[in-house]
């Protein structure tokens, strides 16, 4: 006998088997029941979280000569037909190979025939988004009045695709990814209907692994059965996931929030020389330190932690506070192996920042002024040159403004602020510091010590974001510090457009690039965030709209252009 595999031969043929979907088993049911099916459903949702199997279970209830509160009997022939693969009034289609006009030209003549054995024919059209705008339209007027002997179910996993005049004309069902919970009771009931023996935690792992969806789950139990029996312990099945084998992922995390360099280090040394992938390793690390975070939270009863899992947490819980997990999670999370997942080095460097920042104290910060008006008040703009037989007075850059304390109110806006000798140091020489620009922007926050430092070191920002890509630091070089208050920094951009661009390209990558620079140029992780700072666009550096330019030269410097002449 043809060995079948495990997700296909405990495919649930009932509506009370289908995991972690009773919104829409208990719909599809009632509507069985009282003889009332739509007709068309669309069901949308993750990979492996039942849309096939359910529109199959529907068509085999609709058709059930008995069936039981609208579950199919499972004992009359047309049950039969659909378990054994054999129903001809079931018509499955595969829109990714069948997405012409010309299919669906066929299934709409079709639809006109009667069914062969049942009551309906049940048109399944499986990834429906990869259907052409013709072929779209084409089932529009068959989809709104079919026959009423024919249902049509859609499935997709884009449903974002799906033309909204398709939409209107369906019952639209959005499955969710299965919870853990679930899918262990459906891995339990595989489990012992295989025979297998599984050490407490191991459904747990596999469900975990599987990120809600049950057919992974189920062809990961069945990779674990090919390779170590019906008898599975705690560590056949972390070796079979590629998980770490043994409890260095949970060492590692100990070390990290008690900030202990010398074991992280040997460590993750460790498993680089036995040959662990040390990108899963910190993977492992990561998974670890939000149980622990959940745990310190009170939230940890959500978890669904097996025993001896949660007894672990509980270990390291002891004397670790919620800042020092946070802490730990934001360094380890960030970690980047370009392409190398078995390099230790990355995760040795964040996991030896993440220890030194901690436990050495940031650098010293300039005191910060005593007026707060300063923050609200703009700087004043650059002096009138002063004749050449005079000697010229170098303009202070926004750095040393912010960082120096004035005894004096600040100018009024507009007026020229009056010349004042260095009471002690001389001033750098404007031909030493990069190209001037001039800032005077209203509306940020108080100046405080890292605010201070920050826009002293902002040059080093700036330069890492240009290390990133030129466009990043063409869109860099306009931002400017906003606000910081010790946890969080805000960096303001003229346009909206800029700031949902910094927010949001390369998948947030380039915000992180920001928050790592920030955070090595104040010596102390932040949480950096990008704000719109309207105010920036009338400083002289991002010159404002005017009606003259074409939408082409506006469009160019929102992405950070100067012009050279106008």
């Given at each position: 006998?043809?060995?079948?595999?495990?997700?296909?031969?405990?495919r649930?043929?009932?509506?009370v088997d289908v995991a972690?979907?009773?919104?829409?088993?208990?719909?599809m049911?009632?509507?069985?029941?009282?003889?009332?099916?739509?007709h068309a459903?669309?069901?949308?949702?993750?990979?492996?979280t039942?849309?096939t199997t359910?529109?199959?279970i529907?068509a085999k209830?609709?058709n059930?000569?008995?069936?039981?509160?609208?579950?199919?009997?499972?004992?009359?022939?047309?049950?039969i037909?659909?378990?054994?693969?054999?129903?001809?009034?079931?018509?499955?289609?595969?829109?990714?190979?069948n997405?012409?006009?010309?299919e669906?030209?066929?299934?709409?003549?079709?639809?006109?025939?009667a069914?062969a054995a049942?009551r309906?024919?049940?048109?399944?059209?499986?990834e429906?988004?990869?259907?052409?705008?013709?072929a779209?339209n084409a089932?529009?007027?068959?989809?709104?009045?079919?026959p009423?002997?024919v249902?049509f179910?859609?499935a997709?996993?884009?449903?974002?695709r799906?033309p909204?005049t398709i939409?209107?004309?369906?019952?639209?069902f959005?499955?969710?990814?299965?919870?853990?919970?679930?899918?262990?009771?459906?891995l339990?009931?595989?489990?012992?209907?295989?025979g297998?023996?599984v050490a407490?935690?191991?459904y747990e792992?596999?469900?975990r692994q599987?990120t809600?969806?049950?057919r992974?789950?189920?062809?990961?139990?069945?990779?674990l059965?090919a390779?170590h029996?019906?008898?599975?312990?705690?560590d056949?099945?972390?070796?079979g996931?590629?998980?770490?084998?043994?409890d260095?992922?949970?060492?590692?995390?100990?070390?990290?929030?008690m900030?202990?360099?010398?074991?992280?280090?040997?460590?993750?040394?460790g498993?680089?020389?036995?040959g662990?992938?040390v990108r899963a390793?910190?993977?492992?690390?990561?998974a670890v330190?939000?149980?622990?975070?959940?745990?310190?939270?009170?939230a940890?009863?959500?978890?669904g932690?097996?025993?001896?899992q949660a007894?672990?947490?509980d270990?390291?819980?002891?004397?670790?506070?919620?800042a020092?997990?946070v802490?730990?999670l934001e360094a380890l999370?960030?970690?980047?192996f370009a392409?190398?997942?078995?390099d230790?080095?990355?995760?040795?460097i964040?996991?030896a920042?993440?220890c030194?920042?901690?436990?050495?104290?940031?650098?010293a910060?300039p005191?910060?002024?005593?007026?707060?008006?300063?923050?609200?008040?703009?700087p004043?703009?650059?002096?009138?040159?002063a004749?050449?037989?005079?000697?010229?007075?170098?303009?202070?850059?926004?750095?040393?403004?912010?960082a120096?304390?004035?005894?004096?109110a600040?100018a009024?806006p507009g007026r020229?602020?009056?010349?004042?000798p260095?009471?002690s140091?001389?001033v750098?020489?404007p031909?030493?510091?990069p190209?001037?620009?001039e800032?005077?922007?209203?509306?940020g926050?108080?100046?405080?010590?890292?605010?201070?430092?920050l826009?002293?070191?902002?040059d080093a920002v700036?330069?890492?974001m240009?290390?990133y890509s030129?466009?990043?630091?063409?869109?860099?070089?306009?931002?400017?510090?906003k606000?910081?208050?010790?946890?969080r920094?805000e960096v303001g951009l003229?346009?909206?457009q800029q700031?949902?661009?910094?927010r949001?390209?390369?998948?947030?990558?380039?915000?992180?690039?920001?928050t790592?620079?920030?955070t090595?140029a104040l010596?102390?992780?932040?949480?950096?965030?990008?704000?719109?700072?309207?105010?920036?666009g009338?400083t002289g550096?991002?010159?404002?709209a005017?009606?003259t330019?074409?939408?082409?030269?506006e469009e160019?410097l929102?992405?950070g252009a100067?012009?050279?002449?106008e």
């Amino acid at each position: 006998m043809a060995q079948e595999v495990l997700y296909r031969k405990w495919r649930p043929r009932r509506f009370v088997d289908v995991a972690g979907q009773d919104p829409v088993t208990t719909t599809m049911r009632n509507a069985v029941a009282a003889g009332t099916p739509a007709h068309a459903y669309l069901f949308c949702g993750p990979r492996g979280t039942g849309k096939t199997t359910t529109a199959r279970i529907l068509a085999k209830a609709v058709n059930c000569a008995d069936p039981q509160a609208g579950e199919p009997c499972e004992q009359c022939p047309s049950c039969i037909s659909y378990n054994e693969g054999r129903a001809i009034d079931l018509i499955e289609l595969d829109a990714a190979s069948n997405r012409g006009i010309d299919e669906i030209r066929d299934l709409r003549e079709g639809t006109g025939y009667a069914p062969a054995a049942g009551r309906y024919k049940v048109y399944l059209i499986d990834e429906v988004h990869m259907l052409t705008d013709a072929a779209f339209n084409a089932l529009l007027k068959t989809l709104e009045e079919p026959p009423p002997h024919v249902i049509f179910v859609l499935a997709t996993t884009e449903a974002h695709r799906i033309p909204a005049t398709i939409l209107s004309r369906c019952q639209r069902f959005d499955l969710r990814r299965i919870p853990v919970s679930a899918m262990v009771q459906r891995l339990e009931t595989i489990g012992l209907g295989e025979g297998l023996t599984v050490a407490p935690g191991g459904y747990e792992l596999i469900a975990r692994q599987a990120t809600g969806s049950l057919r992974d789950a189920v062809n990961l139990l069945d990779q674990l059965i090919a390779f170590h029996g019906t008898t599975l312990t705690l560590d056949d099945v972390r070796a079979g996931l590629g998980l770490v084998v043994d409890d260095r992922a949970a060492g590692l995390a100990r070390a990290a929030v008690m900030r202990d360099l010398a074991a992280g280090l040997s460590l993750l040394a460790g498993a680089r020389d036995d040959g662990v992938e040390v990108r899963a390793f910190l993977r492992e690390t990561v998974a670890v330190l939000r149980s622990l975070l959940m745990f310190k939270a009170g939230a940890g009863d959500r978890l669904g932690l097996a025993d001896a899992q949660a007894d672990e947490i509980d270990a390291i819980a002891v004397g670790a506070s919620v800042a020092d997990i946070v802490a730990a999670l934001e360094a380890l999370s960030a970690v980047d192996f370009a392409g190398d997942a078995y390099d230790s080095l990355p995760a040795e460097i964040a996991f030896a920042a993440l220890c030194t920042g901690v436990s050495s104290a940031p650098a010293a910060s300039p005191p910060a002024p005593s007026a707060p008006a300063r923050a609200a008040t703009p700087p004043p703009p650059r002096a009138t040159p002063a004749p050449a037989s005079e000697g010229v007075q170098a303009r202070p850059t926004p750095r040393a403004t912010a960082a120096r304390p004035s005894s004096k109110a600040p100018a009024a806006p507009g007026r020229p602020a009056p010349t004042q000798p260095a009471p002690s140091a001389p001033v750098a020489a404007p031909a030493a510091a990069p190209p001037a620009r001039e800032f005077a922007p209203t509306g940020g926050g108080d100046v405080t010590p890292d605010l201070a430092l920050l826009r002293e070191r902002w040059d080093a920002v700036q330069a890492t974001m240009r290390g990133y890509s030129r466009p990043v630091g063409a869109l860099f070089a306009i931002a400017y510090p906003k606000s910081a208050d010790g946890e969080r920094v805000e960096v303001g951009l003229p346009f909206q457009q800029q700031v949902d661009k910094a927010r949001d390209q390369d998948g947030g990558k380039v915000l992180q690039t920001l928050t790592t620079a920030v955070t090595e140029a104040l010596g102390h992780p932040v949480q950096v965030s990008v704000v719109l700072w309207a105010e920036l666009g009338n400083t002289g550096h991002v010159p404002s709209a005017r009606p003259t330019r074409s939408h082409l030269v506006e469009e160019a410097l929102k992405q950070g252009a100067e012009p050279i002449g106008e």
